[in-house]
């Protein structure tokens, strides 16, 4: 994979003539000698719905790129006195314009308007790119000095924290604000949902239609690279969850070759599986360089940590292939040939770019043959779900799902070992909240839910039954959660919450349809101060100091498997220990404190983590030992002496 020549693409300001703008893209077998035309239409934004003010034209040439072909590009100089200009329009201010790209073809009755610019560095509202004329002066980012001694935590001491930055803090800005809210809490890396531009108002961000800047709902380039060196500022790693195996129907190369009624394309088409959206093809060279310096792009510019990347089974094609797996191979070795540069990825020896698979549907092979370091599971989620609806035989396969039983810890590629090792969560933005396994309200929405429903009946009927089935799990039986909780941070693996869940949020979520992607589902910071949120934070921040133990970051995980013995009451018993320091988890999953006893390998006394009470003083290795575990709770032992 190649690095596209970004500095002949997009929008650029001339940093000798900041008023000088060159734009230019790549439009693969569009060419002008077949009578084709490529317009910018640019406008001042504050000008964008005056009747009277029409967007600047301006007519683009085009040469060839030895590599994809056709190349338009021209320059365009936003000067106040240009006399094409409207008398009463903005043009020449500086501020924020709007542009997109319109072709004209003998082929066709109409152009083809409302393209966006695939390599546009800003976004406008819906389907437009952005430019700020005077960026560098008034919006230009300055790294901080501490931005410098940052590095990227290993793989193992990572704790991470899902959020969507309109439903947690608003925009950018606002969630830089609640970063000491974070730091706080103990985690250590935000999995950011997409940032990318899409076209919707309210939406997760999983159809893209621009991928090389912030999304201009959420705030502008300097608001995240401020929001970016504020984290790391705080000792909190930035990963973004990125979507390169499917995009919109609006994406510039999906919109206008499907309006030219081209029966080929050079960037989508089928590749491999065919989930959500219109699919990448990355048996293209554009489609592999593309994605290939949007991950350069937002290392460099933006300095994130890494990245999660979603849906990877559409663009999954073996450990040898086109596909994902060369893609995070390039993006490994781009690091790697960056050591002088980015220094935040190189501390005890290792590279710790952070990349995160979501390959559901074989996350044990996808760390065993390609170089993500990390991955998506959902099998603890799923088996937990089971054991909260009471099905029979799931507490076992939830106790080996706990201990990353086949996941590989490491591997050797190329001479090189790469730690490995999987994400373990209860809630995610893909599933309900675990609390609803337990019970919902009947009718427990918010009120302005419960008015969309009401007034919007012919929008709830056009996205499906989802929408009108909202609802909240019941946040009175918030104590069952308890035992899962406790679970996933002492598990092997990287524990992950999901935002509001370390106060109890509640919402349910549509397992498909529209309905999960298109409500606007705000994090209820209320709850951080009533009685239940009070509780479960102060167990997370207890279980997160507790997770900083090196039993529990790089320790083996040993599985009670006793039916028997312990499953069959409902209770759940791991060990884990790095060899100079063990620890004993007991879960109970039931209603009933539970007693059992259990054989400890170490002579010694054992605190209690959760609680500080319940210690065991002058216990015996190897002689039976009674433990006593609370209802929906659980306990954890760690040797002292």
């Given at each position: 994979?190649?690095?596209?020549?970004?500095?002949?693409?997009?929008?650029?300001?001339?940093?000798?003539?900041?008023?000088?703008?060159?734009?230019?893209?790549?439009?693969?077998?569009?060419?002008?000698?077949?009578?084709?035309?490529?317009i910018v239409k640019i406008i001042h934004e504050r000008d964008q719905f005056i009747q009277d003010v029409q967007p600047m034209e301006f007519e683009m040439d085009q040469s060839e790129d030895p590599d994809y072909g056709a190349l338009w590009s021209t320059e365009v100089e936003i000067d106040p006195d240009s006399p094409e200009s409207h008398p009463g329009s903005h043009w020449g201010d500086d501020g924020r314009y709007v542009y997109r790209y319109q072709l004209k073809s003998p082929h066709l009755e109409e152009p083809i308007d409302w393209i966006i610019d695939p390599f546009a560095r800003e976004f406008g509202v819906g389907k437009l790119s952005a430019i700020t004329k005077g960026y560098d002066r008034d919006y230009r980012y300055e790294w901080s000095d501490e931005e410098e001694a940052?590095?990227?935590p290993p793989l193992e001491e990572l704790i991470v924290y899902e959020l969507m930055i309109s439903e947690f803090g608003g925009s950018v800005r606002e969630a830089t604000e609640r970063l000491d809210?974070?730091?706080?809490?103990?985690?250590?890396?935000?999995?950011?949902?997409?940032?990318?531009?899409?076209?919707?108002?309210?939406?997760?961000?999983?159809?893209?239609?621009?991928?090389?800047?912030?999304?201009?709902?959420?705030?502008?380039?300097?608001?995240m690279q401020r929001f970016v060196d504020a984290a790391h500022q705080r000792g909190i790693a930035v990963?973004?969850?990125?979507?390169?195996?499917?995009?919109?129907?609006?994406?510039?190369?999906?919109?206008?070759?499907d309006r030219l009624h081209y029966s080929e394309n050079p960037f989508m088409g089928p590749f491999a599986k065919d989930y959500f959206g219109r699919s990448t093809d990355f048996n293209r060279l554009m489609t592999q360089d593309f994605f290939f310096t949007v991950n350069h792009h937002w290392l460099e510019v933006y300095h994130v940590d890494g990245f999660r990347y979603d849906c990877v089974p559409n663009y999954w094609d073996g450990p040898a292939g086109r596909g994902y797996a060369s893609l995070v191979y390039e993006t490994y070795n781009l690091v790697k040939a960056k050591a002088g540069v980015?220094?935040?990825?190189f501390d005890g020896g290792s590279i710790n770019l952070i990349q995160c698979a979501e390959q559901l549907e074989g996350p044990r092979d996808v760390l065993r043959e390609t170089y993500s370091n990390c991955t998506w599971q959902n099998e603890t989620l799923d088996a937990a779900k089971k054991v909260a609806r009471g099905e029979g035989g799931w507490l076992t396969a939830l106790g080996f799902c706990l201990g990353l039983m086949g996941y590989p810890a490491e591997a050797e590629a190329n001479g090189e070992n790469i730690r490995k090792t999987a994400l373990q969560y209860l809630e995610n933005h893909d599933h309900p909240r675990l609390v609803c396994s337990f019970g919902n309200l009947p009718g427990g929405i918010d009120e302005n839910l419960r008015l969309l429903k009401e007034r919007n009946r012919d929008l709830c009927g056009a996205i499906g039954s989802d929408l009108m089935a909202l609802k909240d799990g019941d946040r009175s039986l918030w104590y069952k959660v308890q035992p899962y909780l406790?679970?996933?941070?002492?598990?092997?693996?990287i524990p992950m919450i999901w935002q509001g869940q370390e106060f109890g949020e509640n919402y349910f979520i549509p397992e498909r349809g529209m309905g999960r992607v298109l409500v606007y589902r705000p994090v209820r910071w209320d709850?951080?101060?009533?009685?239940?949120?009070?509780?479960?934070?102060?167990?997370?921040?207890?279980?997160?100091?507790?997770?900083?133990?090196?039993?529990?970051?790089?320790?083996?995980?040993?599985?009670?498997?006793?039916?028997?013995?312990?499953?069959?009451?409902g209770v759940l018993l791991f060990s884990r220990d790095d060899g100079k320091r063990y620890s004993l988890v007991a879960l109970n999953f039931t209603d009933r404190d539970q007693e059992v006893e259990f054989q400890f390998p170490l002579s010694g006394d054992y605190r209690e983590e959760l609680h500080a009470k319940d210690d065991l003083k002058d216990v015996a290795a190897g002689v039976w030992t009674r433990l006593s575990i609370p209802s929906n709770y659980g306990r954890v032992w760690t040797l002292v002496r």
């Open positions: 994979m190649r690095l596209l020549h970004l500095e002949r693409l997009g929008a650029r300001s001339r940093g000798t003539s900041p008023e000088v703008f060159d734009f230019g893209v790549l439009l693969p077998w569009v060419y002008s000698k077949d009578g084709n035309r490529l940052w590095r990227t809210y974070l730091q706080d809490l103990g985690i250590n890396c935000i999995e950011v949902m997409p940032v990318s531009n899409v076209s919707n108002t309210v939406d997760w961000g999983f159809l893209p239609i621009g991928y090389f800047g912030v999304d201009e709902r959420f705030g502008k380039r300097c608001d990963i973004l969850d990125v979507v390169y195996g499917h995009t919109s129907d609006q994406f510039p190369y999906c919109y206008l070759y980015w220094r935040r990825f406790i679970g996933i941070f002492a598990a092997k693996g709850y951080f101060y009533d009685p239940v949120g009070k509780r479960i934070v102060s167990l997370v921040r207890r279980l997160i100091k507790m997770r900083r133990s090196p039993q529990f970051q790089r320790g083996g995980h040993h599985f009670l498997n006793d039916p028997d013995r312990y499953q069959s009451r």
